[in-house]
């Protein structure tokens, strides 16, 4: 599914605004969680809805680095489905503390999907490797000691 949009600020940072019938479209053939090439760069998100802006895709901070556009800049976008396991990359120091701790992966399986996002999103946006392996294994931890809480499982 392509299509061109206006990367637009809004109070809260930017967002990219979608067609109703493109949206609807995407959400009944794709799903709520895509993946969306801006400009040729994978982007995983969600097709979200507000009654003031309609349909549209959130483009934080780095997103809008990473695709590097400004407010205002036409973007070419194709939309795709999102096939991965999480619908979010996960960095490689998060996949490897799964697979040589069985027992944190099974806890890690049996949290919500919102909830695996959210805290492979935390271990990812670490600029060094040493600190997403560092918070791999702290999560991990607090994991296999029941804690099931965002907040309680990304303290150190």
């Known amino acids: 599914m392509e299509l061109t949009s206006i990367l637009t600020q809004s109070g809260y940072g930017c967002y990219i605004p979608l067609p109703e019938d493109i949206?609807?479209?995407a959400q009944t053939e794709l799903g709520k969680r895509v993946i969306c090439e801006v400009n040729g760069i994978p982007i995983h998100c969600a097709i979200k809805r507000s009654n003031r802006i309609g349909y549209y895709i959130m483009a934080g901070k780095s997103t809008v680095q990473k695709i590097q556009a400004e407010p205002?800049?036409?973007l070419n976008l194709v939309l795709r489905k999102d096939d991965t396991p999480y619908q979010m990359a996960m960095c490689a120091e998060l996949e490897e503390v799964l697979?040589?701790?069985p027992e944190a992966e099974a806890f890690f399986k049996r949290l919500s999907d919102g909830k695996k996002r959210s805290l492979i999103h935390h271990v990812?946006?670490?600029k060094?490797?040493?600190?997403r392996i560092n918070r791999a294994l702290a999560l991990m931890e607090n994991l296999k000691r029941g804690k099931t809480e965002l907040r309680d499982l990304t303290r150190s």
């Open 72 to 74: 205002g800049d036409t």
């Open 124 to 126: 990812s946006k670490a």
């Open 23 to 25: 949206a609807l479209q």
């Open 128 to 131: 060094h490797s040493d600190t």
């Open 99 to 101: 697979f040589t701790d």
